[in-house]
């Protein structure tokens, strides 16, 4: 099925709710081993814990990267783990590269035989940096999330940089766009490219949203950052698909005893009923105007 | 030592040349298995013939990735004997991330038990997302290169466009210089902080040069890509230091078949006697001026 729509169907029938897998060894809770057995024991039990309430388990590499290439397999592992439960997996590397070097990257992490189905990219190098993994969605249903205005303090440093009428981030949107304008699902009317937009920029989510239609976003910040259920609804269409919102640390250590497992449901569920909340609050909105 | 003074140390003692390792399976030469043995070999190979011609290795982790937790495990391997053999070592990884993320890179690439000098790091995140790598450069006499102006065909999409009088890398570039500016060593008066500017922008090589006068370059786009010697001598500075200029394709794969040893070190040879023609010859414009 065409990511898009597989990403659709998941938001319809579970919640907009993606949990960013972060491990960390000095965070493991109470009652965990301190080495990548533990590791592994969490992040299942998180999967667990989250299970039914989250679309989507977005494991971000660097943190199994820093283990060395004994966290590299976890972070296969936990992936094809994930995939099996029926998640929706995005690997979150940020890679960027270019020609047949982008495309090794985007064989390692969508090549048809890898339990993945997104990766986050980040386009500074422009189209021929964005093309070989756009080649790899559309022959495996695979997707892309393009880093467009990210969730931090500092990202106007660059990204909001004026460009004529324009800021970076705005211009790139428009490049994002046309990306991904030929490789839209048949019902969700998406595109197989995403765009990564931070909760925390309410103004440039609704703005975003208008110059990047067929464009599904992964809004991060919210939670930890400081992004509200309110803000990130502005990056939804309004039927409330569109777009899934992300928590790492807010769900993962959202009790550091030995109920992580449990606070981590409790967190998760929190969470996507917050995000309905919102949901049906814009479209009541909406329907008023 | 610090990563700047050692550079420089390397490339007034052996040359500029920057080797990049790309190892591809089925570009593999005549006689080399088609595995990770194989590979192995190769690359080792590769560096035999270099000795005393190179002063990096920078070996590109997308070719690594891309053969799973297998290849990372490989990948650590050629580091270690890389630093052994006492080439600088370059990990080009384009990475991109923010606080403890972006920490956690550092850690995998950078950390103190880590065989590798230097990373490449995409900045379009912003400060927060360099400042993490900074800690551990100037902890660990670490490096890294910033991606200011690739050497790809696309790059000026987002890298050029026109923000006031300058260009968005332009802009990056007093960023860059500002980073940079508190972690100079103190025999090459460079930063631990580099940049990667390409060679078939020798406008721009130039212009830069000017702009961050303290951060050492990684100049990609020689040999395969187009760059000359004669434009990437654009980027060092008067003395002939400041810079180093990749080469991968051009090395790796200039023999297909057994001689393929001889032949990387006949190109490696080649490059480093060009680039010293094309410095000594801007000398000699410099002096002349």
Chains 1, 2 share one sequence.
């Not at 080495?35 to 814990?49: P, Q, S």
């Not at 270019?98 to 090549?111: C, D, E, F, Q, R």
């Not at 249903?141 to 990204?159: C, M, P, R």
């Not at 502005?234 to 640390?249: H, M, Q």
């Amino acid at each position: 099925m065409h990511f898009a729509d597989a990403l659709t169907a998941k938001v319809r029938k579970i919640s907009p709710v993606c949990v960013g897998l972060d491990p960390q060894m000095e965070k493991l809770p109470k009652g965990i081993r301190k080495d990548l057995e533990g590791m592994k024991t969490f992040c299942r039990g998180i999967m667990d814990a989250v299970q039914n309430l989250a679309s989507c388990i977005k494991p971000n590499l660097a943190f199994f990267e820093t283990l060395g290439w004994e966290g590299m397999k976890l972070f296969f592992e936990l992936c094809s783990e994930a995939k099996e439960r029926g998640f929706i997996v995005i690997s979150d590397g940020k890679r960027s590269d270019i020609g047949n070097t982008a495309a090794a990257y985007a064989a390692a992490y969508l090549g048809v035989d890898k339990p993945i189905d997104a990766l986050t990219v980040n386009a500074y190098l422009g189209s021929d940096g964005v093309s070989p993994f756009l080649r790899q969605c559309s022959e495996h249903d695979k997707g892309i999330f393009v880093l467009v205005k990210t969730s931090n303090a500092s990202s106007g440093e660059l990204q909001d940089l004026p460009v004529g009428d324009e800021m970076v981030h705005e211009h790139l949107s428009h490049l994002v766009e046309s990306w991904g304008k030929d490789c839209l699902g048949m019902e969700s009317k998406l595109s197989c490219v995403g765009a990564v937009v931070g909760a925390p920029y309410p103004e440039e989510l609704k703005y975003l949203r208008t110059t990047m239609p067929h464009i599904p976003f992964l809004i991060p910040g919210y939670g930890a950052q400081g992004g509200t259920a309110r803000e990130a609804a502005l990056g939804f269409i309004p039927d409330g698909t569109g777009a899934i919102v992300n928590a790492s640390r807010s769900i993962m250590y959202a009790s550091a005893g030995e109920d992580w497992k449990e606070a981590a449901q409790h967190a998760a569920e929190a969470m996507a009923a917050d995000l309905k909340e919102a949901l049906n609050a814009r479209k009541r909105d909406t329907n008023l105007q």
